[in-house]
């Protein structure tokens, strides 16, 4: 929990750039690191959909994992 949700999304972003655990990640992955393994397909689908719109015409159809790890690309 951080003081601030822009010192939260700060430090968020810090981790994606340098830790070795998330640097050079897809999305997919670095939950996959975060959760254990655990529940990750249901998590990446709780943050997909809170984060994308029916209205985007961009978001491809397909599994959470396959949207978020890049093997389905926007068309």
Avoid at 18 to 32: M, W
Avoid at 41 to 53: A, C, M, Q, S
Wanted: proline share 9%.
């Amino acid at each position: 929990m951080f003081p601030t949700y822009v010192q939260g999304i700060c430090a968020q972003s810090g981790l994606w750039r340098s830790s070795k655990n998330y640097k050079d990640k897809t999305f997919a992955a670095a939950i996959a690191v975060w959760s254990g393994g655990n529940n990750v397909e249901p998590y990446i689908k709780f943050v997909l959909d809170r984060v994308i719109t029916p209205y985007e015409p961009c978001v491809p159809h397909g599994q959470p994992s396959q949207i978020a790890s890049g093997s389905i690309q926007p068309t």
